[in-house]
Each structure stands twice: as structure tokens, then as C-alpha cells.
């Protein structure tokens, strides 16, 4: 993928799957899928417990990746990697707003933010900066059994 056709598939709405190393070595790398947000040219942020094995882990290890997919044919990924270049503690309430509406619509997103208002309050929100990018688009090779 082209820099501008792989920012912009990240930038889509997809289920990410978050990876991240422990550091000390005790287990295999954790993969959770996450709720994200990104812009092109931007920031990956992910929201999530301030005492989760997730975010020690993160905060541990400093860096994580993510990786996002279409599950239908012709089957395409991202895969993004690279250091948190900032801890928001707690999370802003817009960046908790507007995660929440780019996953729920309208209707559903208030009322999820309201019965769980308790649980995200003990929110941390990431930031990390893509460093290292993986991609893959099997249009092409599709296109040839066409």
C-alpha cells in the first residue's frame, strides 16, 4: 500500500488488535483486540485500564503495536508499531466521547459512556506514534482470477 492508501485504511473503523511484549519475559506478548482512533499523519490512541495487564504491560515495555484488517476478500492489513509518546491520566472526557462515537452510533454511545462512566474513570489513554509500518492489500492478486 501506498503511505496515503495505508494512513487512511488505519484511519478506518475497524476492531484493532493491540500486541505488546512483556518486558520481563514471564509470558508470551499479550493481543486484545481494542477500540482506537487515528488520523493520518497522527497519533494510534487506545484507552484503557489504568491497572490492566495492558496498560503495565505498555507502560513496561513503552511501546506497542496494532494491527487492523478487512475480513472479507480481497483481504487487506495494517499493521502499525512504535513508542507511547504519551499517558493522559486520566483520559480527557472529548477523547472518551469521541472514541466511544466512532464505535456506537448516536443513540447506543451516550448511554454506554453513562452505565460505565464508573469503569472508564479509571481510564489511561496512550498515545503512540507509528514508527514501523507492515501492510498488505490482495487486491491485485485478486484481480487476476477475476
Not at 26 to 47: C, F, K, M, N, T
Not at 53 to 63: E, F, P, Q, V, Y
Not at 95 to 101: I, M, Q, S, V
Request: hydrophobic share 40%; charged share 25%.
Amino acid at each position: 500500500m501506498s503511505v496515503e492508501d495505508r494512513q487512511n485504511f488505519l484511519a478506518g473503523l475497524h476492531v484493532g488488535v493491540l500486541g505488546v511484549d512483556d518486558p520481563r519475559g514471564v509470558s508470551a506478548p499479550l493481543l486484545v483486540p481494542v477500540w482506537y482512533d487515528y488520523r493520518p499523519g497522527g497519533e494510534v490512541i487506545v484507552q484503557t485500564g489504568r491497572d490492566s495487564a495492558k496498560g503495565r504491560l505498555i507502560r513496561d515495555a513503552g511501546r506497542f503495536s496494532l494491527c487492523v484488517q478487512d475480513e472479507t476478500a480481497p483481504y487487506r492489513y495494517v499493521s502499525v508499531e512504535g513508542p507511547v509518546v504519551a499517558v493522559e491520566d486520566p483520559v480527557p472526557p472529548a477523547d472518551r466521547e469521541a472514541l466511544a462515537h466512532r464505535y456506537l452510533d448516536a443513540g447506543t454511545a451516550p448511554a454506554y459512556l453513562e452505565a460505565n462512566r464508573h469503569q472508564l474513570a479509571e481510564d489511561i489513554l496512550l498515545r503512540m506514534r507509528p514508527q514501523r509500518w507492515r501492510t498488505a492489500d490482495f487486491s491485485a492478486f485478486a484481480a487476476e482470477f477475476s
